[in-house]
């Protein structure tokens, strides 16, 4: 079957040493990755720091595996806010339909007219950058794209037969969108939630390098790659090793991505 | 044909407001008095008053909007809280900068990525083909900021063949104008190349799996007549609404490029202005960026019918 193609074995590999590393990040580091050494300062890869260390004399792969763990958290809070709230609205508009759908799309609309990062740029500036105001500022940026996937969906199963069958049979709305309607939205959900992961991840770290992200002194991909910038000439590894971290762990989610639209939405299979 | 134009700009409008009002909603968000957050810690009571009146803050929320968005048709943004400048020649001063950067780059990737894709679809799960979507999967997956940063160490640092961070505009000096555009263009070029490439050759199959290619096929053309000929131009369709996405969503998403070199574009001026707090800036950014975004859409909407004449005729 297509789970054993290469590239999905791989994304399914590197997903898994992300997560490993996240977990152990979590939990220890062979460093405390906040602890100031000035002796190491830019000490290169090698025995002591395997990665190396940066400016400060900090050990580069505990701050590599604590920001690990950071990245993991806040994509796993935003997926599961985002994909949460918006399936709840999807199904809502999808299935009630009336004012209720026509005002709630016409804020998704309004979201959904903003490009890209950029509605979470302007969230940023009302909520304020830190780790909860990027979660918020995703999750918001992220439902409505859910919601209006989800709600295409239940359009077209609010017609079926099943759907009608249900509603004859007496049963309340409720019953009948969780019972009948949702489990038919849980594959395209899974699809969308597994590349909204590598979204937020590259949404987060790209917010973070812009100093718009946790905060320094804790540690993420996207914040060491942006205070490597002045020593890129002296200190090459600061620049490379938290970049290749993050096209890593994308390349580990688009490949299992692939695999998973593959298994789930047959349509698709083969085309992209 | 007219009547989707007229059609299509009038569904515009609708998105245009709502744009409007949400940015208008967004900075109200923002806790504290606006009028105090513009004259910022200058402020005096009678500036306080002037400000309050000339923004209609003592007025109800409903008119006050209508003041603001009277305003901003009228080409006034406000004046920047940090420099005084006023606003709306700030975000075109520095759209320009970053319009050229996303545009070039953009045209380039297509130009490479849109024949790419088709060849890739044509010998599907042949070695060119695994080839391509491997390239274009690595490509996708690598951040630009990161692909900045590579290219800006290897030509800038090691090997000192380009400048490594600034900006030249085109009018002072034409020459080293390109020298500062290379490596942010290249960047973009890279990476959008990926996701244009796998669209073009997602839709290419689609179309190559169709009725009227076996046909083709089955009345002897030739398969490069089969392809360019009846494939591609279907195949078209998808790829160039997704260009008119990407070439929005890099408006928004340019900052980290510009950060990376230095370069004193849109985005830049966006993240700066969240930094200083300067609202009147990022008010007026996020609406003029919303509302280039909204009129790519419909350009490349209205420009769809030439690729697919079956939208349009109704």
Known sequence: MRWTSPGALLGAILVALVLAAALTGAVWTPYDPLQIDFAARFAPPGARHLLGADAFGRDVLSRLMAGASTSVMISLLTVTLATGLGSGLGLLTGYVRGWTDRTIMAFINALLAFPGILLALGLLAVIGANKYGIVAALSIAYTPVVTRMVRGVVLSLREREFVEASRIMGNSPIHTMLVHVLPNCVAPITVLATSMFGWVILAESALSFLGLGVPPPAPTWGNMLAAARPYLGQAAWLGIFPGLCISLTLLGINLLGDAVRDRLDPRMRGLS | ?314
């Not at chain 2, 600034?166 to 959008?192: C, K, N, Q, R, W």
Request: charged share 10%; hydrophobic share 60%.
């Open chain 2, 1 to 314: 044909m007219l009547r989707f134009a007229l059609n299509r700009i009038l569904m515009a409008i609708p998105t245009l407001l709502i744009v409007a009002v949400s940015v208008f909603v967004l900075i109200r968000l923002i806790p504290g008095d606006p009028a105090q957050i513009m004259l910022g810690d200058l402020a005096t009571p009678a500036s306080l008053e002037a400000v309050r009146r000339s923004l209609g803050l003592d007025q109800n929320i409903v008119v006050q909007f209508v003041i603001w968005f009277s305003h901003a048709l009228r080409g006034d943004l406000g004046t920047s809280i940090s420099t005084g400048q006023p606003v709306f020649g700030l975000v075109l001063e520095r759209f320009f900068v970053s319009a050229q950067i996303v545009v070039l780059s953009v045209a380039a990737a297509s130009l490479f990525a849109v024949p790419a894709g088709m060849i890739a679809a044509w010998r599907q799960n042949g070695l060119a083909d695994l080839g391509l979507v491997a390239a274009a999967t690595l490509l996708l997956s690598i951040p630009s900021f990161w692909l900045g940063l590579l290219l800006l160490m290897l030509f800038g640092l090691k090997l000192q063949w380009l400048p490594v961070v600034g900006y030249v505009s085109f009018s002072t000096d034409p020459y080293h104008a390109l020298l500062y555009l290379i490596m942010p263009v290249l960047t973009l070029f890279l990476t959008e190349m990926g996701v244009i490439l796998r669209m073009a050759r997602a839709a290419t199959l689609e179309v190559m799996g169709l009725d009227y290619i076996t046909h083709a096929r089955a009345k002897g053309l030739s398969e490069s007549a089969v392809l360019w000929r009846h494939a591609c131009k279907n195949a078209f369709g998808p790829t160039w609404t997704l260009i008119g996405l990407v070439l929005g969503n890099l408006l928004g998403g340019i900052a980290v490029v510009e950060t990376v070199f230095t370069i004193p574009g849109l985005g830049r001026l966006v993240v700066d202005a969240i930094f200083a707090r300067d609202y009147p800036v990022i008010q007026g950014c996020l609406l003029f960026i919303a509302i280039v975004y909204v009129l790519i859409n419909l350009v490349v909407d209205l420009l769809y019918p030439i690729f697919d004449p079956r939208v349009g005729a109704e």
